[in-house]
Each structure stands twice: as C-alpha cells, then as structure tokens.
C-alpha cells in the first residue's frame, strides 16, 4: 500500500512563505494528478488546489496567486509552494495524488496525514 508523507509544515509569521511537500512512500510509476485540501480548527476540510500532470491547475479563490502547486515524477513527490500567507491559512493540509504504481496499473487514489500549518498575526 503506497502511503503519501507530508512534510514542509510549521509555524510562520504572516507574510511569510513554506513549501510543503508530498512523497509517495515507495517506487511508483507516475503520479497524474495531485491535491491539497486544508482543515481548520471548528471547520469542515475545504478544497485549495488542484494539478494535472499535464500541468494545468486550478486554485480555490482564498489562494489564487499565492499558492503554487507542483508536481515533480522523478522524486514521486506533489509541492506546494505557499506565500503571503495570512493567518487565516493556518490550518491542518493534506495532500492527495492520483497514482498509477506500474506501467500497466490502474489510477488509485491515496491521501497524505496532514501537516500542521500556523501563520501568526
């Protein structure tokens, strides 16, 4: 079972930057698609971005020109670059990738543990 390891997460000040990183666990064949999502203390898990391996990404309005999502199939790992970050970013992220583990396999879809992200004010 391919597990997704975050990293990258701590606390910063507002106007800050973090790069949080997402690595499958083991050797696979690509990753075709990765996402965050985030989960702030009171409230439901909510959506921040979405990228193809074909490149093309979509961001949730919160985080649209602040946040950058990457996708790197040498290292197995999803990024996302975060800048300007307010304190309303802080929040628990999680990443999730879509993931093809040999040549000939099915797309599968596994999610990461979350990391802690805190931006003071």
């Known amino acids: 079972q391919v597990q997704l390891v975050e990293s990258g997460g701590g606390l910063v000040e507002a106007g800050g930057s973090l790069r949080l990183s997402c690595v499958a666990s083991?050797?696979?064949?690509?990753?075709?698609?990765g996402s965050w999502y985030r989960q702030a203390p009171g409230k439901e898990r909510e959506w921040v971005g979405s990228?193809?391996?074909?490149?093309?990404?979509n961001y949730a309005d919160s985080v649209k020109g602040r946040f950058a999502i990457s996708i790197d199939n040498a290292k197995n790992t999803v990024f996302m670059q975060m800048n300007s970050l307010k304190p309303e970013d802080t929040a628990v992220y999680y990443c999730t990738a879509d993931i093809r583990r040999t040549v000939s396999g099915q797309k599968e879809t596994y999610w990461g543990q979350g990391t802690q992200v805190t931006v003071s004010s």
């Open positions: 083991e050797t696979i064949f690509s990753i075709n698609a």
């Open positions: 990228r193809v391996s074909g490149g093309a990404t």
